[in-house]
């Protein structure tokens, strides 16, 4: 392998990172040790490719998600001091995740144009900042609803591993976070560097952008990366049913092309299953809520109580009620 010394093509890439309150370790960590095992050769950790701090308006522990605690290497420097920073969220039921000054300092490096990451729920303390209004956001599909539900006006989508669109980034997190890391690395040192951190951490490639998350909706099997965006988007949309078009335009077919695509690869229509997906979710909030029959139905994209219920009856051999009694 070349040195990586030797096809380093700017200064040093330079990272901060902010931590909120029960971040994730993982992701944290698999994003900061791509960056060190790409800064010198080998396993050496010398800082000589690229440099990262964790900032902090205090130097008190942060607590992970896991319970380990990491401490600030930084106070809040000049924005300006790094490429990007990187904002780890964590769980989303905590109401407070950063404190006043950590979401004033990202305001300002917003302002002077400092590209903002959001890895694993950071893209949601950027978007109540309001930095992720006209940005597209990638987040996972565990967190997509509640991210439309807190933020409808934002652009999102839950079937990319990560996206850079301008001056933000986001990442749905987990391993994913080393793809971003090492999309970073190749783009501001060398694909030489990559190659080494990837090695040394045993990842065999480093997955793009345009690669799906690794979920399989209802478990459908299919081998084509584009009808597996497509279910995903389905299951995200089951509500708002997302038509055909749109969902062929998600990624770069006519209608007439994903049409064929599922007949050649599933045996059957788009329609068919997305109505399949949908019907499956009104099944399990029959099963696990109390909900009524038409708020079931609402939910999952019917109109009429009285439609939904004839097909669910066509798809399962009993009605919703029967169902829900006998399993009581």
């Not at 030797?6 to 960590?29: C, M, N, W, Y």
Request: include cysteine; aromatic fraction near 6%.
């Amino acid at each position: 392998m070349k040195s990586v010394k030797q096809e380093a093509k700017h200064d040093p890439l330079k990272v901060g990172f902010i931590l909120a309150r029960s971040f994730t370790l993982s992701a944290f960590a698999l994003f900061v040790d791509t960056l060190r095992l790409a800064s010198d050769e080998a396993d050496k950790s010398g800082r000589v490719l690229a440099d990262w701090q964790v900032l902090g308006s205090t130097r008190h522990l942060i607590t992970s998600s896991c319970g380990v605690q990491v401490a600030p290497t930084s106070d809040f420097i000049d924005p300006k001091e790094f490429h990007y920073i990187v904002v780890v969220g964590g769980l989303l039921n905590t109401d407070i995740t950063i404190d006043n000054q950590t979401a004033d300092y990202l305001k300002k490096a917003a302002a002077q144009k400092i590209p903002l990451i959001g890895v694993c729920t950071g893209t949601f303390i950027l978007a109540r900042l309001g930095l992720m209004k006209t940005h597209q956001t990638c987040v996972s599909w565990l967190h997509y609803q509640a991210y439309r539900e807190q933020f409808p006006e934002n652009p999102v989508r839950s079937d990319r591993l990560f996206n850079l669109d301008r001056s933000r980034g986001s990442c749905a997190g987990g391993s994913s976070a080393a793809d971003m890391a090492a999309f970073l690395v190749r783009r501001h040192i060398s694909r030489d560097a990559e190659r080494n951190a990837l090695e040394v951490l045993q990842i065999e490639r480093a997955r793009s952008g345009l690669d799906i998350q690794p979920r399989k909706p209802l478990a459908i099997e299919c081998q084509d990366p584009r009808l597996k965006a497509v279910l995903i988007t389905m299951e995200s949309h089951i509500e708002d049913v997302v038509p055909t078009e749109d969902l062929a335009a998600s990624v770069g077919l006519s209608r007439r092309q994903l049409e064929r695509l599922f007949t050649e690869e599933m045996k059957t229509s788009p329609g068919a299953v997305y109505t399949r997906i949908r019907m499956e979710r009104a099944k399990q909030l029959v099963l696990q809520t109390e909900a009524p029959l038409i708020e079931i139905a609402l939910e999952v994209g019917f109109d009429s109580a009285s439609h939904f219920a004839r097909l669910f009856r066509r798809l399962y051999g009993q009605s919703p009620t029967e169902l829900r009694r006998a399993h009581a």
